[in-house]
């Protein structure tokens, strides 16, 4: 199993990022995907989750923190889930990991993903 996170970087407050993350070695399509975050001397914290697609529908949940900036999507064709972040904020700085769980939203997450920065700063 690999999950494998990219697209993390360094940015101005107010600027967007997308990481993605790249799934392999399980049956993606049937696994919730989450993000989460974890800042310096902070605990890891959930960011978006987005459920396995069941039938044409699909849910997608985000912590209060980051609702209406940050959106998660998934491509099951490239086994990838993305997280779009927009209007970035310097507390959004942090090691973002994305995660595969078996229940939606809340887990648990089976599977981790080694993380990538985010930086937001002027």
């Known amino acids: 199993v690999q999950l494998v996170e990219s697209g993390g970087g360094m940015v101005q407050p107010g600027g967007s990022l997308r990481l993605s993350c790249a799934a392999s070695?399980?049956?993606?399509?049937?696994?919730?995907m989450g993000w989460f975050r974890q800042a310096p001397g902070k605990e890891r914290e959930f960011v978006a989750a987005i459920s396995r697609r069941l039938g044409v529908t699909q849910y997608a949940h985000y912590a209060d923190s980051v609702t209406g900036r940050f959106t998660i999507s998934r491509d099951m064709a490239k086994n990838t889930v993305y997280l779009q972040m927009n209007s970035l904020k310097p507390e959004d700085t942090a090691v973002y990991y994305c995660?595969?769980?078996?229940?939606?939203?809340?887990?648990?997450?089976?599977?981790w993903g080694q993380g990538t920065q985010v930086t937001v700063s002027s």
């Open positions: 070695g399980f049956t993606f399509s049937s696994y919730t």
């Open positions: 995660a595969a769980g078996s229940n939606y939203p809340g887990g648990p997450y089976d599977y």
